[in-house]
């Protein structure tokens, strides 16, 4: 299990280090960046794809699976990186896009050309009984899920943008074609794999229609082939390397699955990324609609999972943020009044649970979501989508700005914030997505002076060097507290004050007198007491014995 220790850093490349001022990162930009990606201490990079794409979804519409978008950089520049990250005993983790492909990959293009075999490689079929759609699923990005396959009166299927087509993992030659792309990576030097929404792989049979008040989601995620196939792929290609590390995105999916997707033994996945402990403030599990969240919801869907994943033998990757996500600090901490503890607070009730944890870039800098003032300053495919439909449903402009602005991917796609200038450090053009307050949030400052960062490395180091961290136990603490989530790791003892509450919760007898292991207040905790008093957003973990 040697990605159990492990701590994976998150590059959205887009957004990391633009080197030729064209105002988008790339990979040169990385591998300047590379002193400052060590100096953090993760184990590995995830790297968000950076493949030939014509970017309608920010990468994740491929249209060459072994090919680097040139306006990303080159292979030269890529196995530069891989070896200036292999010099600090970094990997690298590419993201696979297999639930569909652009359509201007090639195998699109030849399937409207009449090309049989790749029409099969899609899901393409003739109009429904009552000459519309095929069936009533819905793109996550809003509208119906099928569109016109050229003028042939047929429909493909995309569960994304229409941009987006969703391949046919029934056919053995997809699947045969996804094992040759890991394997030529893995070739390349490449030791991780995140695997896109690869629970929706496995599609109704017979692509019915979910029955009336019913999700259609039902109809395509988690199906019945998606362990086999997962199993096929694992064998056929990263199972043949057992230093690979991977994980799986499941979109909407269960405990039991995860860990069906995650256990040792089954030959698919090293973990898996769920979400719904970031949907606790989806008011009645709605995305696009704002409503104040209650604290220890979070901690009861992390203790959840964390438990259940634990009784089934399934490993989580621990996570507050990614590149979907608006930034946690917005979300669950206090990004103005208490910004640094929040943040710390944040890390520490991540890093210390049962699972492996990610960092998305900035976290460890406490980056939080650009105040803009119009729509038009948002670029995400989704957002705009998303603003659209609220505003056709009776929405105000406001009230759906407001939506969005709460909402939308582009939180966390701002530019990495280096330092204070113009351009953040980022770049020396005109950056593709406006950075708002690198004045006060950058790396140079936060390098100099800051608190967030000295946690994160520190964190980093615990889970090397305290073994329970990676390999011992999980169980809750009086998980009925009103403000810390606490939760015991065998020989460690962590207490998070999720509110801006001044509040104390009582130590299990067994930690009366611990040492103290990390804090992100002063060290300020009296460790000969029955309890412990946190100030806002406090995070203490205790260690029995020889710390
Ligand atoms: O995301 C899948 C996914 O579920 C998210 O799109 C999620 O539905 C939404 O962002 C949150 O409401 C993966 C990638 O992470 C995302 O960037 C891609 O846009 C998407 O798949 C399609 O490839």
Excluded at 221 to 245: C, Y
Excluded at 400 to 414: G, H, L, Y
Excluded at 421 to 450: C, K, M, Y
Aim: proline share 6%; charged share 25%; net charge negative.
């Amino acid at each position: 299990m040697s990605f159990r220790n492990k701590v994976i850093y998150q590059i959205y490349p887009r957004s990391f280090q633009d080197s030729d001022g064209d105002g988008v990162g790339d990979l040169r930009g990385i591998i300047d960046r590379v002193p400052y990606i060590a100096e953090l201490g993760p184990d590995m990079v995830w790297f968000n794809p950076f493949f030939v794409s014509p970017q309608r979804d920010n990468g994740y519409d491929v249209a060459d699976y072994r090919a680097i978008d040139p306006t990303m950089g080159t292979m030269a520049d890529l196995d530069e990186l891989i070896a200036a990250l292999a010099a600090h005993d970094i990997g690298v983790m590419f993201d696979m896009v297999f639930n569909h492909t652009s359509t201007e990959h090639e195998w699109f293009r030849r399937a409207l050309t009449g090309e049989q075999r790749y029409r099969d490689y899609y899901i393409i079929r003739p109009p429904g009984p009552d000459g519309g759609l095929p069936n009533n699923w819905e793109s996550k990005f809003g509208g119906p899920a099928w569109s016109p396959f050229g003028d042939t009166g047929d429909y493909y299927l995309h569960l994304f943008d229409p941009t987006q087509a969703d391949v046919d993992w029934r056919n053995p030659a997809v699947r045969r074609e996804m094992a040759d792309i890991v394997n030529f990576w893995l070739d390349h030097g490449v030791t991780g794999f995140r695997f896109d929404v690869i629970n929706l792989i496995s599609k109704d049979a017979d692509l019915a229609s979910s029955p009336a008040g019913v999700d259609p989601r039902v109809m395509y995620t988690d199906g019945e082939h998606v362990d086999e196939w997962l199993r096929e792929l694992h064998d056929a290609s990263f199972g043949t390397v057992p230093a690979t590390v991977t994980v799986g995105e499941m979109s909407s999916t269960s405990i039991d699955r995860c860990v069906s997707y995650s256990r040792p033994g089954n030959r698919e996945l090293d973990m898996v990324f769920n979400f719904h402990h970031l949907k606790v403030d989806y008011p009645e599990g709605q995305k696009w609609a704002l409503a104040p969240y209650e604290p220890m919801a979070l901690a009861r869907t992390l203790d959840e999972w964390a438990t259940g994943m634990q009784d089934g033998g399934g490993w989580n990757a621990l996570f507050l943020g990614n590149h979907d996500q608006p930034r946690a600090l917005d979300r669950f901490g206090d990004a103005h009044t208490y910004r640094v503890e929040s943040a710390t607070m944040l890390a520490t009730m991540i890093h210390l649970l049962r699972g492996t944890p990610f960092i998305y870039m900035g976290e460890e800098i406490g980056m939080t979501d650009p105040e803009y003032a119009v729509i038009d300053s948002y670029m995400d495919v989704e957002a705009r989508n998303a603003y659209s439909l609220l505003v056709d449903a009776g929405a105000t402009d406001d009230e759906a700005f407001a939506v969005v602005a709460a909402r939308t991917r582009d939180n966390a796609r701002t530019p990495m914030q280096w330092d204070d200038s113009p351009g953040a450090g980022f770049t020396t053009g005109t950056p593709w997505l406006a950075p708002t307050n690198q004045e006060h949030i950058n790396v140079r400052d936060e390098l100099a002076h800051g608190r967030i960062f000295r946690h994160y490395q520190e964190l980093i180091r615990l889970r090397r060097e305290v073994p329970d961290i990676a390999d011992g136990s999980y169980a809750p603490w009086r998980l009925d507290h009103e403000h810390v989530y606490a939760y015991l790791r065998d020989s460690v003892f962590v207490a998070c004050n999720l509110t801006q509450e001044p509040t104390s919760i009582e130590l299990p007898e067994q930690f009366h007198g611990a040492s103290p292991l990390i804090n992100n207040y002063p060290d300020d905790s009296d460790t000969g007491q029955s309890e412990l008093h946190l100030a806002p957003y406090q995070a203490v973990a205790l260690v029995k014995g020889e710390s």
